[in-house]
């Protein structure tokens, strides 16, 4: 499999990220990376990192996760602000990149309620904050998946089947 990640797999918050790469990493027997889950695991949870030091702050640690992940060769889910980082964006030039996003009315059913700091105002925060990154999302990633309507077992084989033809694997 090489030296760096199978798949990396961008996209905005609550679009499903974590859940399709460990079903992705499952179907490739490979290990999987959740970079939100790397910090969490480390300093606590995202919500309180933003609360107590900042969003600066938790950009530094998700920043470290990142390099860390992206030494990895299995999947690697990245959390949905990540590609914020120019040096990101960067490293993710030379990666296998999926973007996974969703719908307007997929957002606004998945994210009433939510507890993640930047989605205070609910599915208005999320469309400011896809709007802002879609570019970088963009430009990072060489597929998109879109959570709305398949399931996510689905998709899964739909991102091994996408690997598989493009070589990856």
Not at 31 to 49: E, M, N, S, Y
Not at 55 to 67: D, G, P, Q, S, W
Not at 75 to 80: D, E, I, K, P, Y
């Amino acid at each position: 499999m090489g030296d760096k990640p199978v798949l990396v797999l961008v996209g905005p918050p609550a679009a499903g990220k974590s859940r399709l790469a460990k079903r992705v990493a499952k179907l490739l027997d490979v290990p999987l990376v959740d970079t939100d889950q790397v910090v969490v695991a480390a300093h606590g949870p995202i919500r309180d990192i933003f609360a107590q030091q900042g969003e600066a702050y938790f950009r530094t640690l998700e920043r470290f996760a990142v390099i860390a992940a992206l030494q990895t060769t299995g999947v690697v889910a990245l959390g949905g602000g990540a590609v914020i980082d120019p040096d990101t964006r960067s490293d993710l030039a030379s990666q296998r990149v999926a973007l996974v996003t969703m719908g307007p009315e997929a957002a606004k059913s998945r994210i009433s309620g939510d507890k993640r700091p930047l989605l205070k105002d609910g599915y208005l925060s999320w469309a400011t904050l896809l709007e802002t990154r879609r570019p970088w999302y963009e430009e990072v990633a060489q597929v998109s998946f879109d959570t709305s309507t398949k399931s996510l077992d689905t998709l899964a084989m739909e991102m091994v089947q996408w690997l598989k033809e493009s070589d990856n694997v």
